[in-house]
Structure formats: C-alpha cells, structure tokens
C-alpha cells in the first residue's frame, strides 16, 4: 500500500549520527557524539549499548556525514576532538567486540584541518582519510594504524570504497590526471596500484 508503518523520532544516543546495518534489516548503528556506539532497532524502537563512551574524546562522527561501516557492520571510524591537546584523531571502533582500537592522530599527520572525511574501509581491513582542498587521501591499517598509503598524485574527486573483481579493497571513481584524465579508476587501499576501469569517459 506504500503507506508508513510507524514514524521514529530516532537513536536515543545523545545525537552525533547514524547509518543502516548492512546485514541487519531492523537495525541503525548509531554513533554518538559522545563517542558511545549503539543498536537501535527501529521496529521496536529498542537502542541497546554495544560500545561505552570513552573519556577523553568528544564531537564524534562519522566522516562527518560521508563515513560508512564496514560491509559487515562490525567496524566504524569516529571522527572525533581529543581534549588532551584538541588535536582531531580517527579512532577505530570494533562494534561487535565491543572495543575501540587504534587512534590516529589526523592533526599531526596535516590531514585536518582539511579533512574532509575518514572512514573504514568497505572490508574493514583500512582507516581512509580524505583531504578537500588538495584531494590527497591517506591510508592507514585498521588493525596496527599504520599508514600505508599516501596518494597525491591522481587525485580523485568524490570517490567510493569498494572490492575489486579478486576481493582486494580498493576505492573507485573519476581522476583528473593523466594519462587517467577522465577515466574511472579503482585503486588497491594496500599498494596503490591502479586498474583502468572505463578508458577515457
């Protein structure tokens, strides 16, 4: 009948933001500013706790507005301010263990204050940050925060994350630069390397 079943005010997790589980019909992972991430099943309008807020860190989000969790729905990245040194850091956040890992400090990398997002990557192998105004990405692993990637050369300009056809992540879209002007290009998240996906467009 394409009529509403039921309207939702939202999360009961004290803002910040939220997305659908990718695997769980029923339910957001909703993360708080206050860096707490939840369940909220917008059925039964039930918000369950799956990770505690941490001291220390505040105005946590996804992205903003443009990070995702991975394919999943075990791993998020919060962008958040930590209130030791107001420095803006990703911090790595295991949902389904209900732990937090490695933070990277995006101040001192020269990330921000131009960031304009961070996110796990589509398999939850990789942290990706990306840069506006000069369109540099920076990869990191999830698992060690070590960086592995620092991309400024064919630079993308809005770009997704993905699989390749042999299940390696990588992110996708359209560069500037030759010889891939105008093109789609996937690049690997661990080498960098890059597969011309369309030719010319």
Request: no cysteine; proline share 4%.
């Amino acid at each position: 009948t394409y009529q509403p079943l039921f309207l939702r005010g939202g999360p009961a997790n004290g803002g910040g933001e939220w997305r659908m589980h990718p695997t769980l019909p029923d339910v957001v992972v909703a993360l708080g500013t206050n860096g707490s991430v939840s369940h909220w099943n917008v059925r039964t309008n039930v918000t369950t706790t799956k990770v505690p807020a941490v001291a220390g860190y505040t105005d946590n989000y996804l992205g903003p507005w443009e990070g995702n969790v991975s394919r999943d729905g075990r791993y998020l990245v919060a962008k958040a301010t930590r209130t030791s040194d107001n420095h803006v850091v990703a911090r790595v956040i295991d949902i389904d263990g209900g732990t937090t890992g490695p933070v990277i400090d995006l101040t001192a990398t020269g990330v921000f204050p131009n960031l304009d997002w961070v996110s796990i990557s589509a398999g939850g192998g990789y942290v990706v940050a990306y840069d506006g105004s000069s369109h540099r990405t920076r990869v990191w692993s999830r698992a060690t925060g070590a960086q592995v990637g620092d991309w400024r050369e064919y630079t993308f300009g809005h770009y997704d994350l993905g699989f390749d056809a042999a299940g390696n992540e990588t992110a996708f879209g359209a560069v500037g630069q030759a010889p891939y002007a105008h093109h789609y290009i996937a690049r690997r998240l661990d080498t960098g390397a890059i597969t011309d996906l369309t030719g010319a467009v």
